[in-house]
């Protein structure tokens, strides 16, 4: 009973709350529950106010107004041999015919992204876009512009070593915007950049990040590719299909050619790497110029010396003092090195005379000769000191293939950077 008044009771001072409310709606003229309906229709019909941007927000969308123009998409398409689990079982040849002897191929297709560097048709992209993997022969390049436009496109060089390729169209009547060079010798830990192209072929994208990282060196990033060093890491979102595109800085400048990340998923974890725009602009050069480029060489991976510990240097014979120097750890079949007679473990102390004093100062100094030149290296075996002449020679197109192929086969295959 005392529920039921309760409920009761408070059921009528609902009722009278409710009358009371209409009782003031119409007392000041206004209908019940449409109060404040003419403030909201007024701020919907209000014009627009002007945003007022921060200073960050607009280096951003003035770097990415500046580059976006220049960034195309590059699709290639081709063909390789089939491979069939079963070729040669009657059943699969019933269903599928004899694909070996009939001359199929399975088409292949790539997408990836460049950027234009003249305003005649010239565009910088990775190797890895451009060329052939697994026995794939390439039948036809494509650019496509940033306003939609398609153009079939010219290989004019590649370059195994460095991942750079360039490719050329011939836009009759188009306008093309030639990106601006940048100084990537100028990079600094924490610097703002972009990373532009077409990820996931899902179109034009820009992502903004960092400079995280300065100096990887070559093995550590592009599995044994010697020349490849000075990589730009970056947290600048980067994705399959942004190879070949820009990182570019504030006000827009190119400043490396997205390439790799390093990621257990093979997507996006923070980590890309780009090629440092001076690699690019050497090499881009004498792709333009000879169609290749042309690098002297003696045959040898190397690692510095106090990388090695001590435990270690006495199992393998070096008793070199000090951690000066580098280490051989690979001689390459038939190479300049070879044919001197240059040996895995030799500890390489000087080179013409110049010190080896880390990782980059022999690569530096075969960088400064040519084909043809001699090459003195002091080097410790065992202990002793001796003197051995190299001959240098041009290096092969595919030497970082060889290398590769050679860690594949002494070594369990490592987890690499995955070619967006």
Do not use: W
Request: include cysteine; proline fraction near 4%.
């Amino acid at each position: 009973m005392k529920m039921r008044k309760a409920t009761s009771y408070a059921l009528s001072a609902g009722i009278g709350f409710v009358v009371c409310l209409a009782a003031v709606a119409l007392t000041h003229g206004a209908a019940p529950f449409n109060i404040g309906q003419s403030d909201v229709l007024t701020k919907l019909d209000a014009p627009t106010p002007t945003r007022t941007r921060t200073g960050d927000e607009s280096l951003i969308s003035k770097a990415s107004a500046a580059i976006l123009p220049s960034v195309v998409t590059i699709d290639v398409d081709g063909s390789r041999a089939p491979s069939y689990a079963f070729p040669n079982n009657p059943l699969f040849r019933q269903f599928f015919g004899d694909p070996y002897q009939s001359g199929q191929s399975q088409k292949t297709r790539a997408v990836g992204s460049g950027v234009i560097i003249s305003d005649d048709g010239y565009i910088i992209t990775n190797n890895h876009v451009v060329t052939g993997e697994n026995g794939t022969k390439i039948d036809k390049v494509t650019v496509v512009l940033n306003d939609g436009k398609a153009y079939d496109a010219k290989v004019i060089g590649t370059d195994l070593t460095s991942d750079i390729a360039v490719v050329k169209i011939n836009a009759v009547g188009e306008k093309l915007k030639s990106a601006a060079l940048g100084d990537s010798s100028q990079l600094q830990v924490g610097d703002m950049v972009i990373a532009a192209g077409n990820p996931l072929n899902i179109g034009a994208t820009v992502t903004f990040g960092i400079v995280s990282a300065l100096g990887h060196r070559n093995s550590d990033v592009t599995g044994g590719q010697i020349q490849a060093d000075n990589i730009i890491q970056t947290d600048a979102a980067i994705n399959h299909g942004n190879s070949g595109g820009p990182l570019a800085d504030m006000e827009g400048r190119v400043i490396g050619i997205n390439e790799a990340i390093v990621s257990s998923t093979n997507a996006y974890a923070g980590i890309g790497l780009a090629i440092p725009v001076n690699t690019v602009k050497k090499v881009a050069t004498e792709l333009i110029k000879n169609g290749r480029v042309v690098r002297p060489y003696i045959g040898v991976q190397y690692t510095n010396l106090k990388e090695v510990p001590q435990d270690d240097r006495a199992n393998v014979g070096i008793a070199t003092q000090g951690d000066n120097g580098a280490v051989v750890t690979q001689v390459m079949p038939n190479s300049p090195a070879a044919k001197a007679g240059l040996r895995i473990y030799d500890v390489i102390l000087d080179a013409n005379g110049h010190a080896i004093t880390d990782f980059n100062s022999l690569k530096n100094i075969i960088e400064k000769l040519k084909v043809g030149d001699k090459l003195v290296l002091r080097i410790s075996r065992n202990g002793q000191v001796s003197l051995i002449t190299v001959t240098l020679k041009e290096m092969p197109h595919d030497f970082g293939q060889q290398i590769q192929s050679e860690d594949d086969q002494n070594q369990e295959q490592q987890e690499q950077p995955d070619n967006p």
